[in-house]
């Protein structure tokens, strides 16, 4: 996950929501804040991160009074966004981990061991690209209509602040 205090910001195509911003707020070493922005909505995203994985807890749009600590100890897992050992093959809630050793480019940079996670459904296939230190660096958001036609939607790591 992305350092305290950061500002994280991709580059999209295929979907005018595809580019968007995260400003990052540790609460403590376990809980994390992302304000996520698209342009069109603000997403309040909190995280447990513990030696087994990274789990959304709670996402709300627009929201006005962030969470406490205490609000969020007891809150129930979400969705798993990674999970231990990263190794190839390993699966959650849909995703399998399906590379550990991926080169990949973004407009930030050029990544290596990236951690490639994967979830197919029938005309849909997503991508998510993890770097140890870094966090996520790309999101791919493929569909293929009726006719064969694919589209794919894209967001690549385009910038980090402190």
Known sequence: LYEDSSTVSFEGEGNEYASYTIHT????????????D???VVLAKYYRVNADGIYLID??????????????????????????????GTSFDGWTITATEERYTTPYD?????VVLEK?????????YYVAGVGAIAYEF??????????????KLASITY
């Open 110 to 114: 050029t990544f290596e061991k990236v």
């Open 142 to 155: 493929e569909t293929t209509d009726a006719n064969g036609e694919v589209s794919i939607i894209t967001s």
């Open 59 to 88: 996402q709300i749009p627009d929201e006005l009074k962030p969470k406490t600590v205490a609000e969020l100890e007891n809150l129930p897992v979400l969705s798993t966004e990674l999970m231990a050992p990263i190794t190839v």
């Open 25 to 36: 707020t540790w609460l403590n070493d376990q809980y994390v804040r992302y304000e996520q």
């Open 120 to 128: 197919q459904t029938n005309t849909i296939v997503e991508r998510q």
């Open 38 to 40: 698209n342009g069109g």
